[in-house]
């Protein structure tokens, strides 16, 4: 996996523990996430999509993480991207958002915290978090 941006190594670390109990070691290796700090991100956090291999399946992608976050919420922020990059990544869920699981979707037509992908990201990423802080990885 191939990390970009000014990241912190506690970051990284973490990213790394992330991605190990997220992908397998093969589609590890295809990965490459741009991190960038910004002001004002909605929801603290925001995956898009940015290149996309010969066959069509994401593999680029850029996370921006809200600046000036506590240490907490930026390790649970990117613990929920990287879930997000994981459903791209597996093609769990396209760049539209039109598709989840191959099953058509209206995102506009559902509350943010209702949206399934959404679901997975807060459950998923806590747990990432939980084992990152408390676990054995």
């Known amino acids: 996996m191939i990390i ?11 990213i790394d523990i992330f991605a190990n109990l ?3 070691p093969q589609l590890k290796r295809h990965i490459e ?15 898009d999509i940015e290149e996309y291999n010969l066959r069509g399946i994401p593999r ?13 919420e ?15 990544a597996k093609k769990e869920l396209n760049g539209q958002m039109t598709l ?9 037509k559902i509350p943010y915290f209702d949206q399934p992908w959404e679901i997975e990201a807060y459950d998923v990423g806590d747990f990432l978090f939980e084992e990152y802080m408390y676990g054995n990885v």
């Open 4 to 14: 970009k941006g000014k990241i912190t190594k506690k970051d990284l670390k973490a």
């Open 22 to 24: 997220l992908f397998s």
């Open 33 to 47: 996430i741009t991190i960038v700090y910004r002001k004002n991100v909605a929801h603290f956090g925001l995956t």
């Open 60 to 72: 680029s992608f850029v996370v921006e993480i809200q600046r000036g976050l506590d240490e907490t």
């Open 74 to 88: 930026r390790l649970k922020t990117i613990a929920h991207e990287m879930v997000h990059v994981k459903q791209y």
């Open 100 to 108: 989840w699981h191959g099953q058509p979707v209206d995102a506009d």
